[in-house]
Nanobody
Framework: QVQLVESGGGLGQPGGSLRLSCAAS????????MGWYRQVPGKERELVAVIISGGSTNYADSVKGRFTISRDNAKNTVYLQMKSLKPEDTAVYYC????????????????WGQGTQVTVSS
């Protein structure tokens, strides 16, 4: 049983910054990839940034140079530092983690947070 809880969303101004956090808890054996996705009405959920356990990262072209993903493995937490915010960053942001649960065999599965609203407006 695993839960992911996001925090840090809210209202930001164009050019401003927000920092999202997502903490995983429960009967976790290990966490592989962690990431952030976002979704706006009428569009499919899209990848924003991912980070693997070793620290390598990938970003969507739209956020490169502005957003930074990081993780604290000891805390089972992933962060998204959002800078130079734009109105088009407005979306519901979802935390994702590929997790191996204790007692579930050597298989991982994806877990999702409930999402946190980010609104960028002047």
């Amino acid at each position: 049983q695993v839960q992911l809880v996001e925090s840090g969303g809210g209202l930001g101004q164009p050019g401003g910054s927000l920092r999202l956090s997502c903490a995983a808890s429960g009967n976790i054996f290990s966490i592989n990839t962690m990431g952030w996705y976002r979704q706006v009405p009428g569009k499919e959920r899209e990848l924003v940034a991912v980070i693997i356990s070793g620290g390598s990262t990938n970003y969507a072209d739209s956020v490169k140079g502005r957003f930074t993903i990081s993780r604290d493995n000891a805390k089972n937490t992933v962060y998204l530092q959002m800078k130079s915010l734009k109105p088009e960053d407005t979306a519901v942001y979802y935390c994702n983690a590929d997790i191996v649960v204790r007692g579930a065999g050597w298989k991982s599965q994806a877990y999702w947070g409930q999402g946190t609203q980010v609104t960028v407006s002047s």
